[in-house]
């Protein structure tokens, strides 16, 4: 989602990457720490014999590559060896991309991860339960950062590309935060493929879209000719639903998964819409966003059955929920897992 489009306590609420800051960043004076840096990376690059191996090896052509990423733009001389990943679906998306022997780090866990990955992710060092500190990151001598949220930079918590950039560390923002104000598969699509190349791997970023692609390729032909089911998106809200709307990646996921958003000409990616609202439209399903701030799975769940003005929505009468990780709805590799998954629970006599 991109910034400002889903709200706090969601981990999808921070401030702009590019917001004016009004606090210095905290700790150690940014020259200093730039200074302490770049001393450390030439101490041990001599050292680094796989790095350095690995930039003169195959996986350097291609190189030097210069990307344009939510305006700012980095030459890479070549793949980068020492990553760092803040938030989850970055880390799923370099790990299905084969490059766990160049993640130093991650942060922010919000929900299991693919069960391919569960290893791997595993046996990540965790920077931190949420965004690591500027301080933080510094300390696993990464030379790339790849932020999930736009929180990943904050620059009101002193981690800005900037205060990166100025140490010498070059970042990557995930697409959906760069302001476009719509997001779908394609999207994703195209996220890989950038990843793929920075790290000097685009034929394993080809064959991952290929399979990806192929999977959802399967759902769309497993639920072909089916009638759409009408579905609301629950992600959070009490006087009102914070809902997805017809810009967002998970009305493209309804879509191909064999239902219909009854939210999508709600011109954003989130926002609210009236509980009156949700009645006239008459979901069968409600499809429910799972992540850390919001409450449980559960309590949502609970909270939509006890309210009387729901009683008579088909999809509180027949009690049909289905539950989505936030993450499922990210730019990443998620998304064509999730049309498989919400397919099954829309159409379960066509995967019988």
Same mark, same amino acid.
């Given at each position: 989602?991109?910034?400002?489009?889903?709200?706090?306590?969601?981990?999808?609420?921070?401030?702009?990457?590019?917001?004016?800051?009004?606090?210095?960043?905290?700790?150690?004076? *940014? $020259?200093?720490?730039? !200074? =302490? @840096?770049?001393?450390?990376?030439?101490?041990? %690059?001599? &050292?680094?014999? #796989?790095?350095?191996?690995?930039?003169?090896?195959?996986?350097?052509?291609?190189?030097?590559?210069?990307?344009?990423?939510?305006?700012?733009?980095?030459?890479?001389?070549?793949?980068?060896?020492?990553?760092?990943?803040?938030?989850?679906? *970055? $880390?799923?998306?370099? !790990? =299905? @991309?084969?490059?766990?022997?160049?993640?130093? %780090?991650? &942060?922010?866990? #919000?929900?299991?991860?693919?069960?391919?990955?569960?290893?791997?992710?595993?046996?990540?060092?965790?920077?931190?339960?949420?965004?690591?500190?500027?301080?933080?990151?510094?300390?696993?001598?990464?030379?790339?950062?790849?932020?999930?949220?736009?929180?990943?930079?904050?620059?009101?918590?002193?981690?800005?590309?900037?205060?990166?950039?100025? &140490?010498?560390? #070059?970042?990557?923002?995930?697409?959906?935060?760069?302001?476009?104000?719509?997001?779908?598969?394609?999207?994703?699509?195209?996220?890989?493929?950038?990843?793929?190349?920075?790290?000097?791997?685009?034929?394993?970023?080809?064959?991952?879209?290929?399979?990806?692609?192929?999977?959802?390729?399967?759902?769309?032909?497993?639920?072909?000719?089916?009638?759409?089911?009408?579905?609301?998106?629950?992600?959070?809200?009490?006087?009102?639903?914070?809902?997805?709307?017809?810009?967002?990646?998970?009305?493209?996921?309804?879509?191909?998964?064999?239902?219909?958003?009854?939210?999508?000409?709600?011109?954003?990616?989130?926002?609210?819409?009236?509980?009156?609202?949700?009645?006239?439209?008459?979901?069968?399903?409600?499809?429910?966003?799972?992540?850390?701030?919001?409450?449980?799975?559960?309590?949502?769940?609970?909270?939509?059955?006890?309210?009387?003005?729901?009683?008579?929505?088909?999809?509180?009468?027949?009690?049909?929920?289905?539950?989505?990780?936030?993450?499922?709805?990210?730019?990443?590799?998620?998304?064509?897992?999730?049309?498989?998954?919400?397919?099954?629970?829309?159409?379960?006599?066509?995967?019988?």
């Amino acid at each position: 989602m991109h910034h400002g489009t889903h709200r706090s306590p969601s981990p999808t609420a921070p401030p702009p990457p590019a917001a004016g800051g009004r606090r210095r960043r905290r700790g150690t004076a *940014p $020259a200093v720490v730039a !200074l =302490a @840096l770049v001393t450390l990376l030439a101490g041990c %690059g001599a &050292a680094d014999g #796989d790095a350095g191996d690995r930039a003169a090896g195959p996986a350097a052509a291609g190189f030097p590559l210069t990307v344009d990423n939510c305006g700012v733009t980095t030459t890479y001389t070549e793949p980068p060896s020492r990553a760092v990943t803040v938030h989850q679906h *970055p $880390a799923e998306l370099m !790990l =299905a @991309l084969g490059l766990q022997d160049r993640m130093v %780090g991650t &942060a922010f866990p #919000d929900s299991p991860t693919l069960p391919e990955h569960r290893e791997a992710y595993a046996a990540l060092p965790r920077l931190a339960e949420k965004e690591p500190s500027f301080e933080t990151v510094l300390e696993a001598e990464p030379d790339f950062v790849y932020g999930g949220y736009g929180s990943a930079f904050a620059e009101n918590e002193g981690r800005s590309r900037e205060a990166f950039a100025d &140490a010498g560390i #070059d970042t990557h923002l995930n697409r959906e935060y760069c302001g476009a104000g719509r997001v779908s598969m394609a999207d994703a699509y195209a996220e890989i493929r950038t990843i793929g190349d920075i790290f000097g791997v685009p034929e394993r970023a080809e064959d991952l879209v290929t399979d990806l692609e192929r999977r959802v390729d399967r759902t769309t032909e497993a639920v072909a000719g089916a009638r759409q089911v009408p579905v609301f998106v629950y992600d959070s809200g009490d006087k009102a639903a914070y809902t997805a709307g017809g810009r967002s990646m998970g009305t493209e996921i309804i879509e191909l998964a064999g239902g219909r958003n009854v939210f999508a000409d709600l011109d954003e990616v989130f926002g609210d819409a009236s509980w009156e609202q949700v009645v006239a439209r008459r979901p069968e399903v409600i499809v429910l966003h799972d992540y850390p701030g919001a409450g449980s799975v559960a309590e949502k769940r609970e909270f939509l059955l006890s309210q009387p003005a729901l009683a008579d929505v088909p999809a509180i009468r027949n009690e049909r929920f289905a539950v989505l990780p936030l993450t499922a709805t990210l730019v990443g590799v998620r998304p064509p897992h999730a049309v498989a998954e919400l397919a099954r629970a829309l159409h379960p006599e066509r995967f019988r």
